[in-house]
């Protein structure tokens, strides 16, 4: 067991391919996203505008945390065909692409992390490759269909993964019709429907996508491991705070299976908890935890930082 420490690659970066160089045009969308969101300074904030966000970047990071990662990556617990297309519809809307997309690249991640041929490892390739330089080349923008054959036998998911930008253009639309509908009836809250769409929408999606990131970059730089993986991923209450449990990041390198990545009350995982609540009505089921051989080694372990 491990204190927080540097990371145990010193070499020379790896250098860049040439299909891994920026992709302006192919990055058009994301970019967009965040120069949209710089019309904050023109259109204002209110607090109804301030809660909006807020709530959409909470509904949509546990659709991340428990669908697109847990869930679709994993398969950590088991629910409906129709809530399956629900959390992937929530997941879709944050602009990170489809779930097929997603669950594959990160499959990729997990067998080969921190090695050269992991996708995102900031060991090996920088903070800034892995936070999201290798989202805005053109390397990887096709999904991995061989290792997701288990979820592409649905059409309904096929379709929200090469249609992936209809979910996000459905969530602005609705915010800018809120704005539109609170402008009209109740002018006293002093927001508007561009207000909405920039602050509710596109703010939140901005810092949706960078506390998202934030897992793959910081959470293998920064924390404390409590389990000798062979990679370098780290617990952060910190980053699990702001990522409803993601954080604990070293658990969940440890036992990728388990649904549960707070392997212990006082590592607050509130996707977890929200999953344990989903499963006492009958959404989820078969939520799979660490083995008790795991607790048991951990018990000694430093706390993360």
């Known amino acids: 067991m491990k204190q927080a420490q540097l990371p145990r690659f010193y070499g020379p970066k790896l250098a860049r391919r040439p299909d891994e160089r920026f992709d302006f045009w192919g990055s058009l969308a994301f970019l967009s996203v ?5 019309a904050i300074f023109f259109t204002g904030v209110s607090w109804v505008a301030v809660g909006t966000a807020l709530f959409l970047y909470a509904i949509r990071m546990w659709a991340i945390t428990a669908g697109f990662h847990r869930y679709f990556s994993h398969r950590s617990f088991q629910t409906s065909r129709w809530m399956q297309f629900l959390i992937g519809f929530l997941a879709t809307s944050s602009g ?13 991640h ?16 920088g903070f800034w490759w892995s936070h999201c330089g290798w989202i805005v080349c053109d390397r990887y923008v096709a999904t991995q269909s061989d290792l997701i054959e288990d979820f592409t036998k649905y059409p309904e998911l096929r379709f929200l993964d090469k249609h992936f930008i209809v979910p996000p253009f459905i969530l602005g639309t ?4 809120w704005g539109l509908v609170l402008n009209t009836y109740f002018p006293s809250l002093g927001t508007s429907a561009p207000q909405m769409l920039v602050v509710g929408f596109f703010v939140s999606t901005v810092v949706l996508y960078h506390a998202t990131f934030s897992i793959n970059s910081l959470a293998h730089l920064i924390g404390s491991r409590r389990f000798d993986t062979k990679d370098d991923s780290r617990n952060n209450f910190w980053l699990a705070l702001i990522t409803f449990g993601e954080g604990w990041h070293n658990n969940h390198h ?12 006082w590592e607050l995982d509130i996707s977890h908890l929200s999953l344990k609540i989903l499963s006492w009505i009958g959404l989820v089921w078969n939520l799979k935890t660490p083995p008790a051989f795991l607790l048991e080694e951990s018990k000694s372990s430093p706390p993360a930082i």
Do not use: C, N
Not at 34 to 38: F, I, Q
Not at 96 to 108: M, T
Not at 254 to 265: A, D, I, L
């Open 174 to 177: 609705l915010t800018f019709l």
């Open 110 to 125: 997990h067998r080969y992390s921190d090695t050269d041929e992991d996708i995102h490892s900031p060991v090996r390739r």
């Open 254 to 265: 440890r036992y990728p299976q388990s649904e549960r990545q707070g392997f212990f009350w």
């Open 96 to 108: 990170q692409k489809g779930p097929l997309w997603w669950a594959a690249h990160h499959r990729h």
């Open 34 to 38: 965040h120069v949209a969101a710089l």
